[in-house]
């Protein structure tokens, strides 16, 4: 297959990475799923997917990338299961060689696959020229994962039930605040995390403003990730205390950390010192994106 940057109906998309600035766990439902309150931010940053259309029917993906080789390009990925749920929708047989350039850790609560798969069914949208109802997207998202709607519109917003009850929520302050997202390098089993929790339900998310989020805000999978994963708590430790810092809280299941900062110059810094304590741990340095 040839590679799509030398192809002239080449199709550019970013799978910006998903944070979750707040994260309440407050009930298992009766479907196994569990009932969350949380306010999801994306990065300006994230994996990146190219497309170009091909008129055979098939879906051909080649991953590469820092983290390509944690990923298998066959029909479990989430690129392929969302160009195929398009494909079943439409009804015919448009085909696309894909391209995912993996640049964010596999496994790592910052929403990798399922902002993969949103970025998918966005890419391939505009590739095919789909004309589909915001509710049928929407609807072919929740199928492929409980963050994927979410990561469709990939704008500040207030996430309910197992993800699929979503309503823009700008909090003044926090669209395009600096951002830094670090990862030790280990994964954590989503699956896991949720069975550690304690199942005590701590009270509701009040995302009302910048200031309630960060002193009230919290994860409640930060404690049984922890357990899978103690450097978690190496991680926050070494966050803590920089120059400007305004909150530093781990993401959805882990293992990945952020930390907002009330400039670029302090997010540097502390960048810059993170990376010299820890080499081998992977650092990002962004913005809150806005919509």
Not at 265 to 279: E, I, K
Request: hydrophobic residues 50%.
């Amino acid at each position: 297959m040839p590679h799509p940057d030398l192809d002239a109906g080449l199709m550019i998309e970013t799978a910006y990475a998903k944070v979750n600035v707040a994260l309440h766990v407050r009930a298992r439902r009766d479907d196994g799923y569990h009932a969350l309150e949380s306010l999801f931010v994306f990065a300006e940053h994230g994996d990146r997917l190219t497309a170009v259309a091909t008129d055979d029917g098939a879906i051909d993906l080649v991953i590469d990338g820092p983290f390509g080789s944690g990923l298998e390009a066959g029909p479990d990925n989430l690129v392929m299961k969302a160009a195929r749920a398009l494909q079943a929708y439409l009804g015919d047989q448009r085909g696309a060689a894909i391209r995912l350039t993996k640049i964010l850790p596999v496994a790592s609560g910052i929403g990798g696959g399922s902002a993969d798969a949103a970025a998918t069914l966005r890419l391939l949208a505009r590739l095919w020229d789909v004309r589909i109802e915001a509710e049928e997207l929407a609807g072919l998202a929740l199928d492929l994962g409980s963050d994927v709607p979410a990561c469709v519109a990939s704008v500040t917003q207030m996430v309910t039930g197992r993800g699929e009850r979503l309503r823009p929520h700008p909090v003044e302050g926090l669209d395009g605040m600096a951002m830094l997202l670090v990862n030790p390098g280990v994964g954590v089993s989503t699956a896991q995390v949720f069975n550690g929790w304690d199942r005590a339900d701590r009270g509701p998310l009040d995302a009302t403003s910048l200031k309630t989020l960060v002193a009230q805000g919290r994860n409640d999978l930060e404690a049984p990730a922890i357990a899978a994963a103690p450097v978690i708590a190496q991680l926050l430790g070494a966050l803590e205390g920089h120059d400007g810092l305004v909150l530093a809280r781990m993401s959805g299941s882990g293992a990945t950390c952020f930390a907002l900062f009330d400039s670029d110059a302090a997010m540097a810094d502390a960048a810059m010192a993170v990376q010299a304590a820890h080499r081998d741990w992977w650092i990002m340095e962004t913005r809150i994106r806005t919509a």
